[in-house]
């Protein structure tokens, strides 16, 4: 196999990785908008709450008016 042969098969093989690239993404996408883990999902999204609620104080510092904290 010469390097002639090589850059004769380099476009069928960018399309093969571009094809199965897209499949990739749009499985994953399917996996991640899945109805069977959006309940999941939820529940993790509003873990980061639930301990702050749980333990009745607040994790972060005192901020002031602008967003900063104080010291």
């Given at each position: 196999?010469?390097?002639?042969?090589?850059?004769?098969?380099?476009?069928?093989?960018?399309?093969?990785?571009?094809?199965?690239?897209?499949?990739?993404?749009?499985g994953?996408?399917?996996?991640?908008?899945?109805?069977?883990?959006?309940?999941?999902?939820?529940?993790?999204?509003?873990?980061?709450?639930?301990?702050?609620?749980a333990?009745?104080?607040?994790?972060?510092?005192?901020?002031?008016?602008?967003?900063a904290?104080?010291?």
């Amino acid at each position: 196999m010469d390097i002639s042969t090589l850059e004769a098969l380099k476009p069928t093989l960018i399309s093969y990785q571009t094809l199965t690239l897209l499949v990739l993404f749009i499985g994953i996408v399917w996996w991640a908008y899945g109805k069977r883990r959006k309940d999941s999902f939820d529940a993790i999204a509003s873990s980061i709450f639930d301990e702050d609620e749980a333990n009745g104080t607040s994790s972060g510092t005192e901020q002031d008016r602008a967003g900063a904290n104080k010291k």
